[in-house]
């Protein structure tokens, strides 16, 4: 079972993808700042990470820049209500960007993508 964590400051957007999330097999952690993020991930070890850009009064952006050096093995989600940050270079780090929406399929599809793409690549070190 893939293990995921998911870091948005909305309590209901972290519900509601931890509930959807579950649903399709996945063991989901949340959280709602940069802060508890780092803390679950100094704890934990996760598959992939699916995160908001804008978090209160924090750059999603600086912690994925934290993810990207310290994890750079662990696929990074973006996951903004604002398609703008598409074309922000900063966020070309991330392994894939998806925009908010009630309708979980493009996000659920791009966990998919790329939980297959880390598993082949762990498979060809093998």
Not at 35 to 51: N, P
Not at 58 to 86: N, T, W
Request: one cysteine or more; glycine letters at 4%; hydrophobic letters at 40%.
């Amino acid at each position: 079972m893939s293990r995921l964590l998911v870091v948005d400051d909305e309590a209901n957007i972290r519900l509601l993808y931890a509930e959807e999330l579950k649903d399709e097999g996945y063991e989901v952690v949340t959280a709602a700042s940069s802060a508890e993020a780092t803390e679950k991930l100094q704890k934990g070890v996760f598959d992939l990470a699916v995160l908001d850009i804008k978090l209160k009064n924090e750059s999603g952006i600086d912690l994925l820049q934290k993810l990207v050096k310290e994890r750079h093995d662990m696929p990074v989600i973006l996951c903004s209500a604002f398609s703008c940050y598409k074309d922000d270079f900063s966020a070309w780090l991330a392994d894939g960007y998806v925009v908010k929406s009630g309708d979980l399929t493009e996000l659920k599809q791009e966990i998919a993508r790329l939980l297959a793409k880390k598993m082949q690549k762990e498979k060809t070190k093998l």
